[in-house]
Protein backbone atom coordinates (compact mmCIF):
# COMPACT_ATOMS: atom_id res chain seq x y z
CA UNK A 1 0.00 0.00 0.00
CA UNK A 2 1.40 4.00 -1.02
CA UNK A 3 0.71 6.70 1.66
CA UNK A 4 -0.39 9.09 -0.91
CA UNK A 5 0.63 11.56 1.57
CA UNK A 6 4.59 10.69 1.81
CA UNK A 7 4.54 10.40 -1.73
CA UNK A 8 7.91 12.83 -2.72
CA UNK A 9 9.77 13.78 -5.95
CA UNK A 10 11.82 11.32 -7.71
CA UNK A 11 15.48 12.72 -7.78
CA UNK A 12 16.89 10.05 -10.03
CA UNK A 13 15.15 10.94 -12.87
CA UNK A 14 17.99 11.20 -15.85
CA UNK A 15 15.21 12.54 -18.71
CA UNK A 16 11.35 12.85 -19.85
CA UNK A 17 9.04 15.15 -18.12
CA UNK A 18 9.09 16.19 -14.89
CA UNK A 19 6.63 15.07 -12.24
CA UNK A 20 8.29 11.21 -11.93
CA UNK A 21 7.71 10.82 -8.30
CA UNK A 22 8.19 8.20 -5.61
CA UNK A 23 7.36 6.68 -2.34
CA UNK A 24 8.26 7.02 0.81
CA UNK A 25 10.31 3.75 0.95
CA UNK A 26 11.95 4.53 -2.67
CA UNK A 27 10.83 1.09 -4.27
CA UNK A 28 8.25 2.31 -6.64
CA UNK A 29 7.92 5.22 -8.95
CA UNK A 30 4.24 6.97 -9.63
CA UNK A 31 4.53 8.80 -12.65
CA UNK A 32 2.18 10.42 -15.00
CA UNK A 33 1.18 8.43 -18.12
CA UNK A 34 -1.23 8.06 -20.84
CA UNK A 35 -3.81 5.36 -21.14
CA UNK A 36 -1.96 3.76 -24.38
CA UNK A 37 1.06 3.37 -22.00
CA UNK A 38 -1.33 1.65 -19.28
CA UNK A 39 -3.09 -0.81 -21.87
CA UNK A 40 0.97 -1.34 -23.16
CA UNK A 41 1.23 -2.71 -19.59
CA UNK A 42 -1.51 -4.72 -19.02
CA UNK A 43 -1.45 -6.94 -22.16
CA UNK A 44 2.88 -7.12 -21.72
CA UNK A 45 1.83 -8.61 -18.43
CA UNK A 46 -1.18 -10.52 -19.51
CA UNK A 47 -0.13 -11.60 -23.03
CA UNK A 48 3.55 -11.72 -23.49
CA UNK A 49 5.47 -12.61 -20.43
CA UNK A 50 9.01 -13.04 -21.78
CA UNK A 51 8.69 -9.03 -22.78
CA UNK A 52 7.13 -8.13 -19.65
CA UNK A 53 10.55 -9.44 -17.86
CA UNK A 54 12.55 -6.80 -19.23
CA UNK A 55 9.75 -4.11 -18.49
CA UNK A 56 9.62 -2.68 -14.59
CA UNK A 57 7.06 -4.64 -12.55
CA UNK A 58 3.50 -3.13 -13.45
CA UNK A 59 1.93 -2.63 -10.28
CA UNK A 60 -1.24 -0.50 -11.50
CA UNK A 61 -2.54 2.49 -11.35
CA UNK A 62 -2.97 5.38 -8.61
CA UNK A 63 -5.52 8.67 -8.87
CA UNK A 64 -3.33 11.71 -7.56
CA UNK A 65 -5.57 14.95 -7.20
CA UNK A 66 -3.24 17.95 -8.62
CA UNK A 67 -0.28 18.43 -6.02
CA UNK A 68 -0.64 21.62 -4.02
CA UNK A 69 2.94 23.72 -3.40
CA UNK A 70 2.57 22.81 0.40
CA UNK A 71 1.78 19.25 0.11
CA UNK A 72 4.40 17.85 -2.85
CA UNK A 73 7.74 19.59 -3.95
CA UNK A 74 7.96 19.34 -7.39
CA UNK A 75 6.60 20.60 -10.69
CA UNK A 76 2.92 19.12 -11.95
CA UNK A 77 3.59 17.70 -15.11
CA UNK A 78 2.65 20.50 -18.18
CA UNK A 79 0.16 17.96 -19.34
CA UNK A 80 -3.48 17.49 -17.52
CA UNK A 81 -2.53 13.61 -16.52
CA UNK A 82 -4.11 13.14 -13.55
CA UNK A 83 -3.36 9.03 -13.83
CA UNK A 84 0.06 7.77 -12.53
CA UNK A 85 1.50 4.41 -13.43
CA UNK A 86 3.13 2.59 -10.47
CA UNK A 87 6.67 0.83 -11.15
CA UNK A 88 9.54 -0.73 -9.61
CA UNK A 89 12.01 1.55 -9.27
CA UNK A 90 15.23 -0.02 -11.39
CA UNK A 91 17.48 2.66 -9.01
CA UNK A 92 16.51 1.01 -6.00
CA UNK A 93 18.72 -1.08 -3.96
CA UNK A 94 21.71 0.60 -5.13
CA UNK A 95 23.47 3.20 -2.71
CA UNK A 96 24.89 5.04 -5.39
CA UNK A 97 23.14 4.48 -9.02
CA UNK A 98 24.37 5.48 -12.38
CA UNK A 99 21.89 5.97 -14.25
CA UNK A 100 21.52 6.11 -18.59
CA UNK A 101 18.61 6.86 -20.66
CA UNK A 102 18.52 6.11 -24.35
CA UNK A 103 16.13 6.90 -26.40
CA UNK A 104 15.35 4.24 -29.06
CA UNK A 105 14.30 4.37 -33.01
CA UNK A 106 15.27 6.18 -35.46
CA UNK A 107 11.56 7.19 -35.98
CA UNK A 108 10.45 8.94 -32.49
CA UNK A 109 6.69 9.37 -33.50
CA UNK A 110 3.94 6.86 -33.93
CA UNK A 111 0.79 6.39 -36.33
CA UNK A 112 -1.37 8.95 -34.03
CA UNK A 113 1.36 11.78 -34.33
CA UNK A 114 0.64 15.19 -36.02
CA UNK A 115 2.12 16.54 -39.16
CA UNK A 116 3.81 19.30 -37.00
CA UNK A 117 5.06 16.60 -34.29
CA UNK A 118 6.44 14.57 -36.81
CA UNK A 119 8.31 17.41 -38.71
CA UNK A 120 9.93 17.99 -35.09
CA UNK A 121 10.99 14.80 -34.06
CA UNK A 122 12.02 13.95 -38.00
CA UNK A 123 14.44 17.15 -37.28
CA UNK A 124 15.48 16.17 -34.05
CA UNK A 125 16.68 12.60 -34.98
CA UNK A 126 18.31 13.78 -38.17
CA UNK A 127 20.14 15.63 -36.18
CA UNK A 128 21.50 13.68 -33.89
CA UNK A 129 22.43 9.99 -33.64
CA UNK A 130 18.96 8.67 -33.63
CA UNK A 131 19.34 8.34 -37.16
CA UNK A 132 22.18 6.32 -37.84
CA UNK A 133 22.34 4.44 -34.71
CA UNK A 134 18.47 4.30 -34.36
CA UNK A 135 19.36 5.53 -30.46
CA UNK A 136 20.45 8.30 -28.56
CA UNK A 137 21.81 9.20 -25.23
CA UNK A 138 18.77 11.01 -24.08
CA UNK A 139 20.24 11.69 -20.06
CA UNK A 140 22.44 10.24 -18.05
CA UNK A 141 23.08 11.22 -13.52
CA UNK A 142 26.33 9.84 -12.95
CA UNK A 143 28.12 9.40 -8.93
CA UNK A 144 31.64 10.73 -9.55
CA UNK A 145 32.02 10.17 -5.55
CA UNK A 146 32.03 12.47 -3.34
CA UNK A 147 36.00 13.35 -3.26
CA UNK A 148 34.81 14.88 -6.43
CA UNK A 149 33.10 17.47 -4.59
CA UNK A 150 34.61 20.93 -4.93
CA UNK A 151 37.20 20.50 -7.45
CA UNK A 152 35.12 20.32 -10.08
CA UNK A 153 31.90 22.84 -10.34
CA UNK A 154 29.76 20.27 -12.59
CA UNK A 155 29.24 17.80 -9.73
CA UNK A 156 26.56 18.55 -7.50
CA UNK A 157 27.16 18.29 -3.37
CA UNK A 158 26.07 14.53 -3.60
CA UNK A 159 29.05 13.78 -5.74
CA UNK A 160 26.20 13.41 -8.78
CA UNK A 161 27.20 15.09 -12.14
CA UNK A 162 23.81 15.38 -14.26
CA UNK A 163 23.44 15.13 -17.98
CA UNK A 164 20.98 16.48 -19.72
CA UNK A 165 19.37 16.00 -22.94
CA UNK A 166 21.35 18.56 -25.05
CA UNK A 167 24.13 16.59 -23.59
CA UNK A 168 23.41 13.59 -25.83
CA UNK A 169 22.28 15.10 -28.24
CA UNK A 170 25.29 16.71 -29.32
CA UNK A 171 27.00 13.37 -30.37
CA UNK A 172 27.54 11.70 -33.71
CA UNK A 173 27.91 8.05 -34.53
CA UNK A 174 31.55 8.79 -34.72
CA UNK A 175 31.81 10.06 -31.01
CA UNK A 176 29.44 8.72 -29.05
CA UNK A 177 31.16 6.03 -27.32
CA UNK A 178 32.91 9.11 -25.30
CA UNK A 179 28.94 9.66 -23.77
CA UNK A 180 29.35 5.59 -22.81
CA UNK A 181 32.66 6.01 -21.53
CA UNK A 182 31.32 9.22 -19.16
CA UNK A 183 28.56 6.94 -17.95
CA UNK A 184 31.57 4.30 -16.78
CA UNK A 185 33.52 6.74 -15.36
CA UNK A 186 32.17 6.62 -11.79
CA UNK A 187 34.16 5.03 -8.62
CA UNK A 188 34.35 2.08 -9.49
CA UNK A 189 37.14 0.56 -11.02
CA UNK A 190 37.98 -0.79 -14.19
CA UNK A 191 37.53 -4.48 -13.27
CA UNK A 192 33.83 -3.70 -12.10
CA UNK A 193 33.49 -1.96 -15.11
CA UNK A 194 34.46 -4.66 -17.13
CA UNK A 195 32.03 -6.76 -15.51
CA UNK A 196 29.06 -4.43 -15.31
CA UNK A 197 29.68 -3.84 -18.92
CA UNK A 198 29.90 -7.81 -19.91
CA UNK A 199 26.42 -7.87 -17.96
CA UNK A 200 24.95 -5.05 -19.44
CA UNK A 201 25.64 -6.47 -22.62
CA UNK A 202 23.98 -9.70 -22.23
CA UNK A 203 20.95 -8.26 -20.65
CA UNK A 204 20.39 -6.10 -23.75
CA UNK A 205 21.09 -8.86 -26.20
CA UNK A 206 18.74 -10.69 -24.20
CA UNK A 207 15.95 -8.01 -24.87
CA UNK A 208 17.05 -7.80 -28.86
CA UNK A 209 15.98 -11.27 -29.25
CA UNK A 210 12.58 -11.39 -27.30
CA UNK A 211 11.83 -8.29 -29.49
CA UNK A 212 12.81 -10.33 -32.80
CA UNK A 213 10.84 -13.10 -31.47
CA UNK A 214 7.46 -10.70 -31.43
CA UNK A 215 4.86 -7.88 -33.28
CA UNK A 216 5.50 -4.63 -31.42
CA UNK A 217 5.80 -1.52 -31.98
CA UNK A 218 7.82 1.01 -29.72
CA UNK A 219 8.28 4.48 -30.45
CA UNK A 220 10.76 6.85 -28.12
CA UNK A 221 10.93 4.21 -25.56
CA UNK A 222 13.90 3.71 -23.70
CA UNK A 223 16.25 1.41 -22.29
CA UNK A 224 17.22 2.60 -18.64
CA UNK A 225 20.84 1.57 -17.24
CA UNK A 226 21.64 1.62 -14.01
CA UNK A 227 24.44 0.14 -12.40
CA UNK A 228 26.71 0.62 -8.72
CA UNK A 229 28.81 3.41 -8.98
CA UNK A 230 29.70 3.58 -5.11
CA UNK A 231 32.93 0.87 -5.46
CA UNK A 232 32.35 -0.55 -1.71
CA UNK A 233 28.80 -1.35 -2.14
CA UNK A 234 29.67 -2.58 -5.45
CA UNK A 235 31.67 -5.60 -3.59
CA UNK A 236 29.48 -5.60 -1.07
CA UNK A 237 26.49 -6.18 -3.74
CA UNK A 238 28.62 -8.77 -5.47
CA UNK A 239 29.19 -10.60 -2.42
CA UNK A 240 25.56 -10.32 -1.39
CA UNK A 241 24.53 -12.02 -4.59
CA UNK A 242 27.31 -14.90 -4.25
CA UNK A 243 25.79 -15.77 -0.65
CA UNK A 244 22.25 -15.68 -2.69
CA UNK A 245 23.10 -17.87 -4.66
CA UNK A 246 24.66 -20.23 -2.45
CA UNK A 247 21.49 -20.09 -0.50
CA UNK A 248 19.47 -20.81 -3.12
CA UNK A 249 21.08 -23.70 -4.22
CA UNK A 250 20.74 -24.99 -0.60
CA UNK A 251 17.01 -24.63 -0.74
CA UNK A 252 17.09 -26.64 -3.84
CA UNK A 253 18.43 -29.56 -2.06
CA UNK A 254 16.19 -29.29 0.92
CA UNK A 255 13.61 -31.86 1.07
CA UNK A 256 11.02 -30.51 2.74
CA UNK A 257 11.41 -27.58 0.09
CA UNK A 258 10.06 -25.04 2.85
CA UNK A 259 11.63 -21.56 1.56
CA UNK A 260 12.13 -19.49 4.59
CA UNK A 261 11.25 -16.37 2.49
CA UNK A 262 12.92 -13.47 4.52
CA UNK A 263 11.99 -10.50 3.37
CA UNK A 264 15.68 -8.76 2.72
CA UNK A 265 16.34 -5.62 0.83
CA UNK A 266 17.97 -6.93 -1.95
CA UNK A 267 21.40 -5.18 -3.12
CA UNK A 268 22.02 -4.95 -6.74
CA UNK A 269 25.32 -4.60 -8.93
CA UNK A 270 23.49 -3.56 -12.36
CA UNK A 271 19.63 -3.64 -14.53
CA UNK A 272 18.76 -2.58 -17.72
CA UNK A 273 15.01 -2.49 -18.30
CA UNK A 274 12.59 -0.85 -21.11
CA UNK A 275 10.85 1.91 -20.42
CA UNK A 276 8.36 4.78 -21.61
CA UNK A 277 5.52 2.89 -23.46
CA UNK A 278 3.63 6.32 -23.61
CA UNK A 279 4.19 5.34 -27.74
CA UNK A 280 4.07 1.47 -27.62
CA UNK A 281 1.50 -1.49 -28.96
CA UNK A 282 1.53 -4.73 -29.73
CA UNK A 283 0.64 -4.86 -33.13
CA UNK A 284 -0.33 -8.52 -34.22
CA UNK A 285 0.80 -9.56 -38.08
CA UNK A 286 3.58 -6.94 -38.88
CA UNK A 287 6.59 -8.42 -38.01
CA UNK A 288 9.30 -7.81 -35.61
CA UNK A 289 9.69 -4.14 -34.46
CA UNK A 290 12.54 -2.84 -37.06
CA UNK A 291 13.07 0.59 -35.92
CA UNK A 292 13.97 -0.60 -32.01
CA UNK A 293 15.82 -3.42 -33.07
CA UNK A 294 18.11 -1.19 -35.10
CA UNK A 295 18.87 1.13 -31.80
CA UNK A 296 18.67 -2.79 -30.04
CA UNK A 297 21.69 -3.84 -32.28
CA UNK A 298 23.32 -0.78 -32.36
CA UNK A 299 23.46 -0.56 -28.62
CA UNK A 300 25.34 -3.94 -28.36
CA UNK A 301 27.85 -3.38 -30.83
CA UNK A 302 29.08 0.22 -28.62
CA UNK A 303 28.66 -2.23 -25.23
CA UNK A 304 30.78 -5.14 -27.17
CA UNK A 305 33.46 -2.06 -28.17
CA UNK A 306 33.31 -1.06 -24.58
CA UNK A 307 33.63 -4.39 -23.45
CA UNK A 308 37.03 -5.64 -24.75
P1 LIG B 1 8.78 10.49 -20.20
O1 LIG B 1 10.05 10.42 -21.01
O2 LIG B 1 7.58 10.33 -21.04
O3 LIG B 1 8.71 11.69 -19.34
P2 LIG B 1 9.76 8.07 -18.84
O4 LIG B 1 8.95 6.84 -18.62
O5 LIG B 1 10.84 7.98 -19.85
O6 LIG B 1 8.74 9.25 -19.19
O7 LIG B 1 10.37 8.50 -17.44
C1 LIG B 1 11.20 9.65 -17.31
C2 LIG B 1 12.45 9.30 -16.52
O8 LIG B 1 12.09 8.75 -15.25
C3 LIG B 1 13.34 8.24 -17.19
O9 LIG B 1 14.33 8.83 -18.00
C4 LIG B 1 13.96 7.51 -16.01
O10 LIG B 1 15.19 8.12 -15.62
C5 LIG B 1 12.94 7.68 -14.89
N1 LIG B 1 12.15 6.44 -14.76
C6 LIG B 1 11.03 6.11 -15.44
N2 LIG B 1 10.59 4.89 -15.07
C7 LIG B 1 11.45 4.43 -14.14
C8 LIG B 1 11.54 3.24 -13.34
N3 LIG B 1 10.63 2.26 -13.43
N4 LIG B 1 12.57 3.13 -12.47
C9 LIG B 1 13.49 4.11 -12.35
N5 LIG B 1 13.46 5.25 -13.06
C10 LIG B 1 12.45 5.43 -13.94
MN1 LIG C 1 11.31 8.92 -21.69
Request: charged share 30%; with cysteine.
Amino acid sequence: AIDTSKIKAFGLAAAGHDGVMSDESGSVIIKPCTTAEVAFYEASVTSHPKFAAYMPTFFGTLQLGEPTANSIDFTPPVHNRNTNIVLSNIAYGFTSPCILDVKLGAQLWDEGASPDKRARLDKVSDNTTSRPLGFRVAGMKVYKGTGAVGSDPAIDATGYRVFDKYYGRAFTAGNVIDAFKEYFTSEISSEQVKLVVSRLLRKVSEIREVVEGQESRMYSASLLFCYEGNKDAFEVALKEEDRRKEREAKEQLDEDGEEDEEEEEIKKVEDVKLIDFAHASWTPGQGPDKNALHGLKNMERFLENLSV
